[in-house]
């Protein structure tokens, strides 16, 4: 019976999540939609296009088990795939204005998937399909607000919240088919190196060494690249536990893009792709509302208004299109075009990933910041050992760094110990955190509290310090201080303890 | 929430399809890449040269990927033709830039890994055809009169980018055969 409560909350609480908790803003996704077709035309399409399929032997036409073998070959003629490339181009600039949102996007999707697959049969895998569905997802809901067809008298509908859910449940599975090949192939195994070695073969292999790749793979970091391929593996896998709450697949995804922007410069490898879905999830209602007040979208908003719906579509046509074919097929003309050591295809895309990393970045310092505030509002107690002159010293040193907190010597207040549940021998081997809300926390946990709640960058020494890993190296620090404190500066002879006493602890 | 599990099932189908046979389109899948031994301060890559005798019997040399000319990237299946590199363990298609640091270095050498049954693909008439007119192109149009791949296994000293052992593990002429 109990089992079955259990089960029926798990079910409750996941339905919940899925069908209410990711309510999605029109217009935030109306400023996804934009978004997305300017990066798609200006940045995607040119560096995902199959244009340079052409130079190779039919010969090498492999086409993979799937929708390809389907295909008739004429779909490999350099007159189709120079069309499908401009139908994508011209379905992706017509989304962009929201004409026919919906015919629009599943065209994009249907092409752009086909001239992928081509790519696909020769083998070139760019792992990019993934984005061009999201037309397909979206399809009948991005085109609600912003958009022309927003003008006509039956606009499309508002995106049901499940659907988000199910995008981010896609997601996690794509994150955590990169994870699962990683994890059997021997990242985690410190006798083989895996972030090491795509960076030796980008540097040396593949020639990516711009940015900052030379610095990156001279430094003497061998322990922290067994430790990135660890982190690689847990940021993947963790997509698929922090699907479930909004919340921390933002954190998730925060990490994920200052990720990508780490190895955009130390590996040449721009996933810009990554970038443009993550993006999905991000809560664009916010800065849409504000976009809608600038007098820039203003003005572009009154100018698109007094144009017929014709003329918009027209000059979309007509301006994006072209842009995005010449992006293409520039890329092939200056392929050998370096900036700042950079080749020409992986300037846009690094730009893009460059823009997500600083999001990201700012958005884990937000929410470390979020964090420290909230753990220095919780006010507590320093109960230290006033026989003790090392102890007494800490004290003071402490009791001038901290806001909410006080600082109390425990003989000077008769009954304080007994309050929180201590004794006077729990107070001479150790000092103690004490607070209305939780247990008395004692050892290393106390000094690492008592940081926290200090003022300037003692904090993050305090959060460092509970940290899994140095959390048992400090452990191991403050009872080596507590067992020698006599010998510590400041301490005397009444600063000693005996062993056994602290070994009760 | 049938969906959701569908998706969950259709993305195993698709990854279990890519590790044991070959990554299927469209799917839903990341790229992964294999860990591979530890090599300390060497790192270890097979490369191939694209090797010529011209009409006087002048011997020339040129990276493999200069096959590729502009089009900047060379596809797995193109590397089966010119390189014979097989997906690795992962099911992950390779591409080759010949814009390569060892490429440029050693003047005339590119990643690949050996493929036994090539032969096949080179005998191909129409690969032929396009193997002959891409090594004149690669040779600044000279007349070529025979032409072969080489493999050479290199030992790369990762501080100085030079190559400290360099192997000869394979010779494939392409033409005349």
């Known amino acids: 019976m109990t089992a079955r409560l259990r089960l029926a909350t798990v079910r409750a609480h996941l339905e919940t999540q899925i069908f209410r908790a990711w309510a999605v803003d029109g217009r935030g996704l109306a400023l996804y939609r934009i978004s997305f077709a300017a990066v798609a035309l200006l940045v995607l399409l040119p560096s995902s296009e199959s244009l340079w399929t052409l130079e190779y032997p039919r010969a090498a036409i492999t086409p993979p088990p799937g929708l390809m073998p389907l295909m008739p070959e004429i779909l490999y003629s350099p007159w189709l795939v120079g069309a499908l490339h401009a139908l994508v181009a011209a379905g992706l600039a017509l989304v962009l204005v929201g004409w026919r949102t919906r015919e629009s996007s599943l065209g994009v999707a249907a092409a752009w998937v086909l001239l992928l697959g081509v790519g696909y049969s020769f083998n070139k895998i760019d792992h990019n399909v993934v984005v061009a569905l999201v037309p397909l997802l979206l399809a009948s809901y991005w085109g609600s607000a912003w958009s022309l067809d927003a003008r006509t008298e039956r606009p499309p509908a508002a995106m049901p919240p499940w659907l988000m859910a199910f995008a981010a449940w896609i997601l996690s599975l794509l994150m955590l088919s990169a994870a699962v090949p990683k994890l059997l192939s021997g990242w985690l195994d410190p006798t083989t190196g895996a972030v090491d070695a795509i960076m030796e073969q980008q540097f040396l292999v593949h020639g990516r060494d711009a940015l900052l790749a030379g610095v990156a793979r001279n430094l003497p970091w061998n322990v922290g690249l067994e430790l990135l391929d660890w982190g690689a593996v847990v940021l993947e896998g963790c997509f698929v536990f922090a699907v479930v709450s909004q919340y921390r697949l933002r ?73 995005s074919l010449l992006l293409a097929y520039s890329s092939t003309w200056l392929v050998d075009t370096e900036l700042f050591g950079l080749p020409f295809s992986l300037w846009t895309p690094t730009l893009v990933v460059t823009a997500g990393g600083i999001v990201g970045a700012l958005v884990l310092l937000s929410r470390l910041r979020k964090a420290l505030m909230g753990l220095r509002r919780v006010s507590g107690t320093l109960l230290f050992d006033e026989d003790c002159a090392f102890c007494t010293r800490y004290a003071a040193w402490a009791a001038g760094r901290m806001r909410r907190a006080t600082v109390l010597g425990w003989q000077s207040h008769p009954g304080l110990l007994e309050q929180h549940g201590l004794t006077a021998n729990d107070g001479m081997t150790s000092s103690w955190w004490v607070d209305d809300h939780e247990s008395p926390i004692g050892g290393e946990r106390t000094i690492a509290r008592s940081l926290i709640a200090m003022t300037g960058i003692w904090p993050l020494l305090g959060l ?33 303890v005996e062993s056994a006493r602290v070994a009760e602890r | 929430m049938a969906l959701f599990i569908l998706t969950a099932g259709a993305v195993l189908v698709q990854d279990l399809l890519r590790r044991n046979v070959v990554e299927p389109f469209p799917a839903l899948l990341m790229p992964s890449f294999a860990a591979r031994p530890s090599e300390g301060e060497t790192y270890t890559v097979t490369v191939a040269t694209l090797e010529a005798t011209d009409g006087s019997n002048v011997a020339l040399r040129a990276p493999a990927t200069m096959l590729a000319r502009d089009a900047g990237v060379i596809p797995t299946s193109v590397l089966r033709l010119i390189a014979f590199e097989e997906l690795d363990s992962t099911g992950r298609a390779g591409t080759l830039s010949p814009r390569s640091a060892i490429v440029r270095r050693l003047a005339g050498q590119h990643v690949g890994r050996t493929r036994d049954d090539a032969a096949a693909v080179v005998d191909h008439p129409e690969v032929t055809r396009w193997l002959r007119a ?29 190559v400290v052992a360099d192997d000869i593990i394979k010779t494939v002429p392409l033409f005349p055969r």
């Open chain 1, 251 to 323: 954190f998730v995804l925060a990490a994920a893009l200052t990720f990508h922007l780490a190895v955009a410069m130390s590996m040449n490898i721009a996933f810009v792709g990554n970038v443009v879905l993550y993006a999905l999830f991000v809560p664009l209602g916010a800065l849409s509302a504000r976009l809608a007040r600038s007098p820039a979208f203003l003005g572009a908003r009154a100018y698109l208004n007094r144009r017929s719906t014709a003329t918009v579509v027209c000059g979309a046509l007509a301006t994006l299109t072209p842009c």
């Open chain 1, 464 to 496: 460092a310090l509970l940290v899994p890993g140095i959390s048992y190296a400090s452990a191991v620090g403050y009872r080596l201080i507590a067992e020698n404190r006599s010998l510590m500066p400041g301490g005397t002879a009444s600063c000693r």
């Open chain 2, 134 to 162: 891409r090594t004149t192109e690669t040779f600044g149009g000279k007349r070529i009169r025979a032409a072969q791949l080489v493999w050479h296994k290199l030992m790369v000293d990762r501080n100085t980018e030079r």
